[in-house]
């Protein structure tokens, strides 16, 4: 009945325990019965049912003398190994092989060697897989611990157990692709291994067993290359037409390992690969399209040429048919092949490519950057990157011109991100293989009358602020921008520092300036690296770098390496330090802009706090408040009618404002920052029909119900004719067409009559907050009008007349 009870799966292993003292004698019957479950059921309840027979090991009920019983158990084992079966998202069948190593752990205990000689070198080389290609750490493991028990009887167990003992195993890269290649140096274990990786792993579920697999069969090809030539190759290459797409890729990245090292070991024995791949097997090869790129870039001299090309091109063309995860792969292995292909079949003479192919190539790379896929453009301007230097020159200018016109926004192709930061990476990449000559021709090489253009189509790139459903895709294109921009810099300075016009530099820094200020932090970090790799790069340094002595000084070397620049709270601090140097206060404060009036609150706690320290560490000096306030106003005048700086601008201003940074001015009648600002909130609202910008100013209702009513509530506590003015556009708001509009704004007027009541007569006080708060400012415009006009005779401001303010017209009025 225990027997029967382990066979239905239940949890017995208390029971089991029970089973060695109950079980003296062999009862064949019993346990022929629980072999026969395990041959035709292997499920996840395997535990259950394993772990049974390595108890029953040691009570004798499976003698060695029954040799025709042992054997079945035997073979039993050997497939609960190796179980692994997928369910759903998850795999089940490490708890039966974990069993499986307890199992021939206990057959190890149980038996003399010559008894388990018959089988000693099926159990070591099913343990020692096991070890080394299982992909659960725990079952790796626990195969290593079962190895050591019979480690005296196992062929090479002891040096076997040395490189893969309990530790050793911990790493799964370290087991597929180091201690198999010195496991398979035994031949008792060499073609078993392979056997392994070619029924089990290669068309495993999980995708990094498969990458793992192929390069194992790689690395293990040299110890039996005829093996793999003659059989695992022939075996591989129908299963690259397989349906289950486990199966196909695990193939093809198998076959573009084998062939990989089938072609070093026959140049190592200077013979060519085809004395190891038969004809057939070429033919295969050919038929082959996703990795195939891969196995060119590692087949070298062979006859593969003719159609290597047009698998290459159609891979690069039909990118945008590639689901997206795997696309940025299959692209780099086509532009790894390529510039594979061109250097070893392109090269007519040392330095010259084939006349053939320099006319074809180059031109059909260009035609295709027009293409209205944005992948196509991706690929073809990645390789048009990647060619050899002996392709480029000749052609060089017509190739960067090319490349430029993609880095260009134009309407039509306004979302192709993706193309355009490929396109700057292909200009770098470019220039660093083509190197630079002063006085060189644009078609040979980087030179004076190229560089410019190449540096204004890079700088271009920094202003890509281009948005979609996916958010700030742009980003990519000023990361890749930056990068770029370094690394030619870095090449100027280091071979032709003449051609690094100071303009150039100085604008280079200031726009990384710019995005090491600005809301996104990986965007952050990378710009405040590439800020302080150009400052304290010193071999030689980088010419007319703008204020380098004081720079050195706010960012010494030494301070920099321990700044995490993703972490607001350590970055703004430094980077608002630049506000200090005139030549950097402009762009700085543009980014701060835009992370001030951000979303993201931790970013706008420290951006905000960082600005409001700097200004009231200037209070008492009023020629650097000056600065600061003219600067911030050429900035806002700079972006009107840009939404994406504009909005933040203004919530930035109004926190200033509310923060009583710019009191100072308060004290002097009429003073031009604010004239000058309110004439440029006049302008930002002129003619504006931007219907959704009205709905999503009323969403920030929570905290600041109408964003131009606030900032004109703050512009009150000034002196003189402009709180006149200011009133005159409170009051225009309070008729504005949209009601919502009109009771945000009375409710921003009642706050601000109740901030500044000195601003009103004692005597009308009263009367002024009973109109603010008793009307219904949703009611129809001709009773809103009335009661908006008693208002301005109240507190002596002109009542609006029709046409008389037209260009601010209530439909023309945003939040």
């Not at 480690?151 to 799964?172: E, Q, R």
């Not at 302008?683 to 219907?691: A, G």
Request: with cysteine.
């Amino acid at each position: 009945e225990l027997i029967y009870l382990c066979i239905f799966g239940f949890e017995l292993r208390t029971l089991c325990c029970w089973a060695g003292t109950l079980l003296l004698e062999p009862h064949l019957q019993p346990l022929g019965e629980l072999l026969k479950y395990f041959s035709t059921c292997c499920n996840s309840h395997g535990t259950t049912h394993t772990v049974p027979l390595s108890v029953l090991l040691p009570c004798s009920l499976l003698s060695a003398a029954h040799y025709l019983c042992l054997l079945p158990v035997v073979t039993v084992i050997l497939k609960a190994l190796i179980y692994d079966e997928k369910r759903g998202a998850c795999s089940v069948g490490a708890n039966v092989r974990d069993a499986a190593c307890y199992v021939c752990w206990a057959f190890a205990r149980a038996y003399e060697p010559q008894e388990l000689k018959p089988f000693v070198t099926t159990i070591s080389s099913a343990l020692v897989i096991a070890a080394v290609f299982d992909r659960d750490v725990n079952c790796r493991r626990a195969a290593s611990v079962s190895s050591l028990v019979g480690c005296g009887t196992f062929p090479h167990g002891i040096d076997i157990l040395t490189a893969a003992d309990y530790f050793a195993v911990g790493n799964i890269s370290n087991c597929f692709l180091v201690i198999s290649v010195f496991i398979a140096g035994f031949p008792e274990y060499t073609q078993s291994m392979i056997d392994h990786l070619l029924t089990m792993k290669i068309n495993h579920w999980d995708g990094t067993i498969r990458e793992l697999s192929a390069k194992a069969l790689h690395n293990l090809a040299p110890r039996a290359p005829e093996y793999s030539a003659t059989h695992v190759l022939p075996a591989l290459l129908p299963m690259t037409l397989s349906p289950d797409l486990h199966v196909r890729h695990g193939a093809i990245l198998s076959c573009a390992e084998i062939v990989h090292a089938l072609y070093k070991l026959a140049a190592q024995r200077d013979r060519p690969v085809t004395d190891y791949l038969d004809e057939k097997v070429v033919q295969s090869l050919k038929q082959i399209h996703q990795q195939v790129c891969v196995a060119l870039l590692n087949m070298g001299p062979a006859p593969f040429r003719d159609g290597w090309q047009w698998l290459i091109n159609d891979t690069l063309r039909s990118l945008h048919l590639i689901s997206s995860h795997s696309r940025q792969q299959i692209k780099d292995a086509a532009v790894s092949a390529l510039s594979a292909l061109c250097k070893e079949y392109y090269r007519k003479l040392p330095g010259e490519a084939g006349p053939a192919i320099e006319e074809e190539l180059i031109p059909r790379y260009l035609a295709e950057l027009q293409s209205p896929e944005a992948m196509t453009r991706c690929g073809f301007s990645s390789a048009l990157g990647t060619l050899p230097d002996f392709l480029l020159r000749g052609r060089l200018q017509q190739v960067l011109t090319g490349l430029i016109a993609v880095t260009r926004i134009s309407p039509k192709d306004v979302s192709f991100a993706e193309a355009r930061r490929d396109g700057m990476r292909a200009i770098s990449r470019i220039c660093q293989t083509v190197g630079v000559k002063e006085d060189g021709t644009p078609d040979e090489a980087m030179c004076r009358e190229n560089i410019s253009e190449v540096y204004a189509a890079l700088l271009d790139g920094m202003d890509d602020y281009t948005t979609d459903s996916r958010g700030d895709v742009g980003s990519c294109v000023r990361e890749a921008a930056m990068t770029s921009l370094m690394d030619l810099t870095l090449l100027l300075a280091q071979t032709q520092p003449t051609l690094i016009a100071a303009p150039v530099c100085e604008r280079i820094m200031c726009c990384v300036a710019q995005q090491a200020s600005e809301k996104i932090d990986r965007i952050r970090a990378h710009a405040a690296h590439v800020f302080l790799t150009l400052l304290h790069f010193d071999s030689p340094p980088i010419p007319h770098v703008p204020h380098r002595g004081e720079l050195e000084k706010l960012f010494p070397r030494s301070d920099m390496a321990s700044v995490d620049w993703k972490a607001a709270s350590q970055a703004f601090p430094l980077i608002t330090q630049l506000l200090g140097l005139p030549t950097y206060r402009y762009y700085v404060l543009l980014g701060l802009a835009v992370s001030v009036g951000g979303l993201t609150a931790s970013t706008i706690r420290h951006s905000t706090q960082s600005l409001f320290e700097y200004v009231k560490g200037i209070q008492s000096d009023p020629q650097a408040l000056g600065n600061f306030s003219e600067t911030l106003l050429q900035v806002f005048e700079d972006n009107l009618l840009n939404d994406r700086v504009s909005v933040s601008l203004l919530k930035m201003l109004n926190q200033l404002l509310a923060n009583g940074c710019f009191d100072i001015f308060t004290t002097e009648e009429n003073h031009h920052f604010c004239v000058k600002l309110l004439e440029l909130c006049k302008e930002e609202i002129k003619k504006s029909k931007d219907i959704q910008k009205l709905l999503s100013t009323v969403q920030y209702s929570l905290t600041s119900p109408c964003w131009l009513s606030c900032r004109l509530c703050g512009m009150v506590q000034f002196c003189g004719d402009v709180r006149k003015k200011v009133l005159l556009q409170l009051f225009l708001l309070l008729c504005h067409s949209f009601p919502v509009i009109r009771k945000a704004a009375a409710s921003q007027v009642y706050e601000m009559v109740l901030t500044y009541s000195d601003m009103v007569d004692a005597d009308v006080l009263e009367e002024v907050m009973a109109v603010l708060s008793d009307t219904a400012w949703d009611e129809k415009l001709p009773v809103v009008r009335e009661r908006r006009n008693r208002l301005c005779d109240l507190l002596g401001v002109p009542r609006p007349q029709p046409g008389s303010c037209a260009h601010v017209h209530p439909h023309h009025l945003p939040l």
